[in-house]
């Protein structure tokens, strides 16, 4: 699976990227946490979380109703606390003045469980 971030485009509605990506988000952090055997409680004090935090993150969407959208640190906690690598390279090789960005994610050997 792979997550990515693509900047809205003329055939795209606003937003529509960013459902996307919140809803892969979404996905694969449940995936990965069953696939663990973790509750989101265990997921969320690993990661320093408020369980209603992480939970928000793994419906995709915020507390207020938007979209999830958190903040590099915390997708680095979460994704640490699930022992996922978290890679990014460029997309293109083009240079460009802002460029797209794939994410995407490999499991590490241990369990991430000690």
Request: hydrophobic share 35%.
């Amino acid at each position: 699976m792979k997550i990515s971030r693509e900047l809205d485009g003329p055939d795209r509605a606003p937003g529509e990227s960013h459902f996307r990506a919140a809803c892969a988000l979404s996905d694969l952090l449940r995936t990965t946490r069953t696939m663990h055997g973790l509750s989101q409680e265990d997921v969320a004090f690993k990661a320093g979380l408020a369980v209603v935090t992480y939970g928000s993150l793994e419906r995709g969407q915020s507390r207020n109703g938007g979209f999830a959208n958190p903040t590099l640190d915390t997708f680095l906690r979460v994704f640490d606390a699930l022992s996922v690598a978290v890679v990014a390279q460029p997309a293109t090789t083009e240079r460009v003045s802002v460029p797209p960005v794939r994410w995407s994610y490999q499991l590490r050997t241990g369990t991430g469980q000690g």
